[in-house]
């Protein structure tokens, strides 16, 4: 089976702008929960998406958004973009949906976003 | 609120048995607690997994005391191959936004 897979790996973006990165999950994953990196804060929770609902949602500004489509892939988008944005985000899928706390998450190698 | 803390770092040899710890407070009887290895340019990987005792798979254990203030990554034997970083997850339930990551712990093996 294909790994979960992150589109693009690398992004330079400037202030302001917006940003979309994509997730594909595992085939028959349901759930996607995305992450980000940063040297400074670690790993954070974002969000996390099941059957194409929002179930669980980190501690972060309502400029960051996600969206699950019916085939489970996964996008998430940062509007307004902050030089605080720069970071690793990383994507994970899960098989059984039980949350992303409670089960093993698979995750992708990432996008690195730069905002200049 | 929940917080983890872990060692920044630590050293060991080929072959010895490694033991990291994560100190977490105010978790729950049944709050999980995971633990993810990560190389360089890569994502997390899931080591292991569990809420309660002891848990072990074949790579390695998983400590949990009684008071569960705080839970023992085990990795016996290690190899070069296992010098990365590990990341330890506590995930409180009944709470949004309930994902806690430790700052991660870089393990160095040297031969």
């Known amino acids: 089976k294909a790994g979960v897979t992150q589109t693009p790996r690398y992004l330079i973006k400037t202030r302001g702008q917006q940003v979309t990165l994509s997730c594909s999950p595992i085939s028959g994953h349901r759930s996607v929960s995305w992450y980000q990196q940063t040297p400074g804060q670690g790993l954070q929770f974002l969000f996390e998406?099941?059957?194409?609902?929002?179930?669980n949602k980190g501690n972060f500004p309502g400029r960051f958004s996600g969206r699950q489509f019916s085939n489970s892939r996964s996008e998430m988008n940062v509007s307004t973009l902050e030089l605080g944005d720069s970071a690793l985000y990383l994507c994970a899928s899960s098989s059984l949906g039980q949350g992303a706390g409670t089960e093993k998450l698979f995750f992708g190698s990432g996008t690195q976003l730069s905002v200049l | 609120l929940a917080k983890t803390t872990q060692p920044i770092s630590m050293d060991s040899y080929e072959g010895q048995e490694v033991n990291i710890t994560c100190s977490h407070n105010n978790i729950a009887t049944n709050d999980y607690i995971t633990w993810y290895q990560q190389f360089p340019s890569q994502g997390p990987r899931f080591i292991i997994q569990g809420y309660k005792t002891k848990v072990t798979n074949e790579v390695a254990s998983l400590f949990i005391p009684a008071d569960r203030k705080s839970s023992t990554l085990s990795l016996p034997r290690v190899s070069l191959s296992d010098t990365a970083v590990y990341y330890c997850?506590?995930?409180?339930?009944?709470?949004?936004?309930?994902?806690?990551f430790g700052k991660g712990t870089k393990l160095s093996v040297k031969p």
């Open positions: 998406y099941f059957s194409e609902t929002q179930r």
């Open positions: 997850l506590v995930a409180l339930k009944g709470s949004q936004g309930n994902l806690i």
